[in-house]
């Protein structure tokens, strides 16, 4: 099986899968998003491959060393590329019973493209290629959603959210990342069957979620999940904020760059948002509000608690509620005070979020200019090596203990904040305090 030269690129090892089930007599089309993205001219990321040909067959034609059984009860197989080319994932046509656990089918049927088309989610990813023929198959009419941009449910669309409560999410964000719209009999269904999301994992919400607001349209699929009803059980958080305030900060999330951090940053400027509503800005801005701080440690418990965040999002989102006031006021601080924040793991991110609160609130951006100008010293001048250690004041003689943290502390003050202040006055001042002990 000469398979090399197909080996360069996902497209071309697709096209070579595809043509081995073909000459082994089977129907082999590309399917699903992969379609859809190159109906639209994007490139997709991988290829999916729906045949006429059952596991075993799959595997008779590539052989059990080249082929997994990622999921073959339901006619699933991957074939495995290499690094450049990806894994190219093959399923058999199929038609799907019922689904009790709102998830998945308790069994499938092998069938022909026609039913395995219409059991699927969406008008736009029920259309299959045929690379061989280099033809379209369209059963549901997905081509012309295409055209008019819309994200409509193949057949009925309760029937397809009952399969899978998901869906109501994934209609979201595909209507948020591809700028189209929800046809108005499936948004319907959505916002009458929206509270039975709840029966969803917080892992597979995350999911779609990290992917809604990667897009450069977040701020309009935030006000997608209000308008579907689903906001009040995926984001609590953001259900009492007002419509004006919703707006406000999704028009802020749409004129931000993408940052890696794309989710954590939404997730925050929401939090804030509904904080500044609740307590106005000049309480918001006290460094040591606890009426800032209280409820959105509340708030965000409970979402990590939903959605299981990596420790990543909720380090960075901790970090924000701690520290966004202090850098939004920045300017007036010195900097023994500013410089632990500045070096905390996720600066740059927390960072990003009080330049959007700065923005949306017209508030004086002098703080938040003066982080972005310490942020670009050398790593010798933002976080400077102590003078001294703990274990040289113990042999000048502090005792160990909570003196010994005082003097570390202090003796680092003085160091960031007086520029001149050398080892030889750190010796001095510490021998002056061992005296007074």
Sequence with gaps: MNHSQYESNPYSFAVWVAKQLTQAGHQALFAGGCVRDKILGVQPKDY??????????????????????IGAAFGVISVIGNSETGNVEIATFRADGEYADGRRPDHVTFTDAKNDALRRDFTINGLFYDPIQESILDYVDGQQDLQRQ???????????????????????????????????????????????????SGERILAEMNRLLASPRRGQGLLLLRHSRLESVILPLATDLKLTSLEKV????????????????????????????????DEFLKPDSHARLKPLHKQLQQLIDHWHLSNVSKGILKEAIVNVGFLIGADSLAWSQLQPKLICPYSKEVLAVASLVVEQYAIDPSGIQRCLACLELPVQQLNPA????????????????????????????????????TAQDAIAWVQTQVQKI
């Excluded at 274990?391 to 570390?408: A, F, I, N, R, S």
């Design 150 to 200: 819309v994200i409509r449910a193949i057949g009925n669309p309760v029937d397809r959210f009952n399969e899978d409560k998901l869906r109501m999410l994934r209609a979201v964000r595909f209507a948020t990342t591809l700028g189209f719209e929800i046809e108005p009999e499936t948004m319907q269904a959505i916002q009458n069957h929206a509270t039975e999301i709840d029966k969803v």
């Design 386 to 421: 102590p003078l001294l250690s703990g274990d040289q004041l113990m042999e000048m003689g502090v005792p160990k203990g909570p003196k010994l943290g005082q003097c570390l502390q202090q003796l680092r003050r003085q160091q960031l904040d007086q520029p001149h202040f």
């Design 250 to 281: 999704c028009r802020a999330l749409d004129h931000r760059p993408m940052h890696h951090a794309n989710l954590e940053i939404s997730i925050a400027a929401l939090l804030f948002v509904g904080c500044i509503d609740d307590v106005g800005l």
């Design 48 to 69: 999916d491959v729906a045949t006429s040909a059952v596991p075993a067959e799959v595997q008779a034609i590539f052989g059990r060393k080249r082929t997994i059984a």
